[in-house]
């Protein structure tokens, strides 16, 4: 048996990791989050847990014993004001690191952090080199500075999970789909772009092939994790519209723009609008990452695109039935 700690197991990739490892005998697992699972069955392993509580977190980490740790846990949204709003990204991984150091038989954990440490369009030199241009991303700069500097005893790695997509997925990365499905989606006339996304069950299984290999392919170093080949966002655009009988319609780039504009000028007095400048800049820069290291540990990925796109289409219309 393998005792295996999840912390953030309620969010988006820790629902879907407990799916899969529930599946398996072998585990034996505990879920920590401040929240409630999304999922009725993850009930059973779920304590509630702030991982900005040391006392608790230490008492809880201390009790199960983990043999291997996947660290989630983390805000995650771009809403804070102050890098103190993100302060479960910084202090809650100096907690977690304080407590682990008190489990005698830990092996390997696994910290994520995020793609957001570099702006899109940014290609980092080494993992030392940040440039993150939101606060959000900046926290996760401190988490990964945290973790290299207490350099743990046990076997460790970081993860950058890209933009990563599927069921119980929430904001940002649901609005593509239901922006399309709702027939807002429009193609910015030739203005392709290509980025690293990545399916859910695909960033799982590349997750778990770091516990599988030998450790010295994986101590103290640093994994951007999804699909390995871009996605061109008007080909996925398109496969998600032909899946659910939708035609995109193609509008001149000028258009977006204007509406960015209008979307920033809305946002000063408090309104929310689909598109703002930041929004387009995102939308409209490559932002492909290199993913060669994860895939020489994890080469084979169990999801093609098409087929996920169509598991993530069939769980949104389970999900909107459900709240009809």
């Known amino acids: ?187 910015m006339g030739k203005r392709a772009c290509r980025k690293t996304y990545g399916y859910v069950e695909n960033a799982i299984y590349e997750i778990m092939s770091i516990f599988e290999v030998d450790a010295e392919k994986v101590n103290r170093k640093v994994f951007y994790i999804g699909d390995y080949e871009p996605y061109d966002i008007t080909e996925w655009a398109n496969e998600i519209a032909k899946e659910s009988g939708i035609w995109i319609p193609k509008i001149p780039y000028w258009c977006f723009k204007c509406a960015g504009w209008f979307g920033d000028l809305l946002k000063k007095f408090g309104i929310a609008f689909p598109m703002t400048s930041f929004r387009l800049h995102n939308m409209t820069t490559d932002n492909v990452h290199n993913l060669e290291p994860i895939k020489a540990i994890a080469p084979n990925l169990p999801i093609s695109r098409i087929e996920g796109t169509k598991k993530t289409l069939d769980w949104i219309n389970t999900v909107e039935k459900k709240q009809k």
């Open 1 to 187: 048996m393998m005792n295996i700690l999840i912390t953030g197991g309620s969010g988006f990739i820790g629902t879907n990791l407990i799916k899969k490892l529930q599946k398996d005998s072998k585990y034996t697992l505990r879920s920590i989050d401040i929240a409630e699972p999304k999922v009725k069955q993850h009930r059973s392993i779920w304590h509630k847990v702030d991982i900005r509580d040391k006392e608790k977190l230490t008492s809880e980490i201390v009790s199960f014993s983990p043999d291997y740790v996947i660290h989630l846990a983390a805000r995650t949204d771009l809403n804070g004001k102050t890098l103190q709003d993100y302060d479960a990204n910084i202090q809650g991984v100096t907690n977690l690191l304080d407590a682990l150091e008190k489990v005698p038989n830990l092996k390997q954990a696994v910290f994520a952090s995020s793609m957001y440490v570099c702006e899109p369009g940014y290609m980092p030199m080494n993992f030392e080199d940040y440039a993150p241009h939101t606060l959000y991303g900046e926290s996760k700069v401190e988490t990964e500075r945290r973790i290299k500097e207490c350099n743990p005893r046990y076997t460790w790695s970081i993860i950058r999970p890209t933009s990563i997509w599927g069921p119980w997925f929430g904001e940002p990365y649901n609005k593509f789909f239901h922006i399309v499905l709702r027939h807002m989606y429009f193609h």
